[in-house]
């Protein structure tokens, strides 16, 4: 039992990385079963709905632990600029280390499946409303009201994400240090009261 | 001659929307065909490189189709504001149109295919700076100076693309419509100075 549920981790974990270097579209099902070094039976014994189900549960989890990741910034934050200034540095390094490979875990899929798939839809939806909302969340307690705190939520993740986009495709960390002092001016008391 | 080129024209403009619509990889030889009409002898006399052609020449087309619309928007604006305002109500308009099928013609295949290919990488990242330059030139006509101008084009053009990911991935305006209250802040005189 521990061994088919850690099978299936790896195959999450794999899928996950690949669908975040490459897209959904550009991963085989045989790309995932020899990242994830699992037999292809067992893959269909978990994941009886293929790739789509895979695709589905893997981002989930992707989604699920970048969300973990903004609540601890928020955490051991002492004030929202700080809270924000770490949730880039994280993307930023995350991008670095990969060799820019590596952007967002969910931006990819969604592009690609937004308009196809219902499931892998609500799966990169729902990604983007928790980290939204944990954002919000982090935002109010540093004392902002929640009415601007749930529009600076949907601002900083925009530039966030935008600014991903940028430093991945010219292969530069440039668009995440410029995107800080964006961040910096949408969490400024006196703006977007 | 003339027949030859339209057969060309339509190709790439197929292959534009399509990998506007689903990514480069979620776009297959044979639905550029069926989709602008041509027959496949026509399609590698054109493109010599198959797929991979297509796919730098449709995106470094649709990149300049961008900058120009960038261009006409400084042109036709009094303001800064006014200007980035125009260039998001753009992108907000299209996607509208398309029932949320199409975003960025850029964002999905640099995603995808940073990593992997050295000629998309290229097209992809020559649009991006097109248009950050273009941005930064309208910015500099409303009395911008270089250097800060310089840094409000990421900053703007990283709101944007990101603002429409959320849009596109919501299926919902809210977040392109709240993105201007982010231009707004980033283009004020006394901000980022």
Redesign the interface.
């Known amino acids: 039992m521990a061994k088919a549920s850690d099978s299936k981790g790896k195959t999450l974990a794999a899928a996950a990385r690949l669908f975040r270097?490459?897209?959904?579209?550009?991963t085989a099902l045989h790309d995932i079963l020899a990242a994830g070094g699992s037999p292809r039976g067992s893959l269909y014994f978990h994941f009886p709905g293929g790739k789509e189900e895979i695709g589905e549960t893997a981002l989930t989890l992707a989604g699920e632990a970048v969300r973990q990741a903004i609540a601890h910034a928020a955490e051991t934050s002492e004030s929202a600029e700080m809270f924000v200034t770490r949730i880039a540095r994280g993307m930023a390094s995350d991008l670095e280390k990969s060799?820019?490979?590596e952007?967002c875990p969910i931006?990819?899929t969604?592009?690609?499946?937004?308009?196809?798939s219902d499931g892998l839809?609500a799966a990169?939806?729902g990604a983007?409303?928790k980290w939204e909302n944990e954002i919000r969340r982090g935002l109010e307690r540093f004392g902002m009201t929640s009415d601007r705190a749930d529009?600076t939520a949907?601002?900083v993740?925009?530039?966030?994400?935008?600014?991903l986009?940028?430093a991945?495709?010219?292969?530069s960390l440039?668009?995440m240090q410029?995107?800080e002092?964006?961040l910096k001016?949408?969490v400024t008391p006196a703006?977007?009261v």
């Open positions: 270097q490459q897209g959904y579209h550009g060799d820019f490979r952007g931006a990819t969604a592009l690609e499946t937004s308009a196809q839809g990169t939806r983007f409303e529009l949907t601002l993740l925009s530039q966030l994400e935008g600014a986009l940028l991945r495709t010219y292969r440039a668009p410029r995107a002092q964006a001016l949408l703006n977007l």
